[in-house]
């Protein structure tokens, strides 16, 4: 067992240096001025994924609206997640479309779209991103291995290389959204009358 715990945080500790690349370090500021200039012109955030990738999803989410490290104003943000919506799609119209029909519903130009796929090869995500185009929304990937069919769909990505497994890839793609909401509320906060207290 200890060699089984050594070797998944040697590997967790890989996927989170991943990150520190001069290319990531920069995309990570692009999206999180993405994000920002949505805020600044009124508009919200939407996120979508599947399973633990949906999970994660809710996670950022809820650390926008909420909080993360102090109090301060809610920033508007949706994760496309509400259980009697998904499943009347999925039912109705096909899963494959679950996203890409609610961002229709609630999307607006001002908006900023984030997909998360360790993948890259889910169907749903693929069209939630060819669906936040066609609105124009500005759109992100957090994607993983090669980055499969969403490779080079969205306005911004990121692929997590090297890790066969949706755990590690996970890991490094929360650690982003973590680095997001603080270099939001960073950002946001220095040039709004909204404060962080």
């Known amino acids: 067992m200890q060699k089984t715990i050594e070797k998944s945080i040697d590997e967790a500790i890989k996927a989170a240096s ?8 920069e995309k990570i500021m692009e999206i999180a001025k993405a994000l ?30 909420g909080f993360y490290r102090g109090y301060r104003t809610p920033l508007p943000a949706m994760a496309l997640s509400e259980s009697c919506y998904l499943t009347c799609v999925a039912n109705d119209e096909g899963y494959e479309v679950v996203f890409a029909r609610a961002i229709d519903a609630f999307g607006k130009k001002e908006d900023t779209f984030i997909a998360l796929s360790t993948s890259g090869n889910s169907i749903n995500i693929v069209k939630a991103l060819q669906m936040a185009k066609k609105k124009g929304l ?24 090297g890790f066969e497994t949706s755990d590690r890839i996970q890991e490094a793609h929360m650690i982003i959204l973590h680095l997001l909401v603080e270099l939001v509320e960073n950002e946001y906060f220095s040039t709004t009358k909204d404060k962080m207290t």
């Open 18 to 25: 991943f990150l520190k690349t001069q290319e990531v370090s």
């Open 36 to 65: 920002v200039h949505s805020y600044r012109l009124g508009g919200k955030v939407l996120i979508a994924g599947n399973g633990g990738s949906l999970a994660d999803a809710c996670h950022f989410a809820e650390e926008l609206v």
């Open 138 to 161: 500005k759109t992100v990937a957090l994607l993983g291995k090669s980055g499969g069919k969403s490779k080079g769909v969205a306005d911004l990505e990121i692929i997590i290389e």
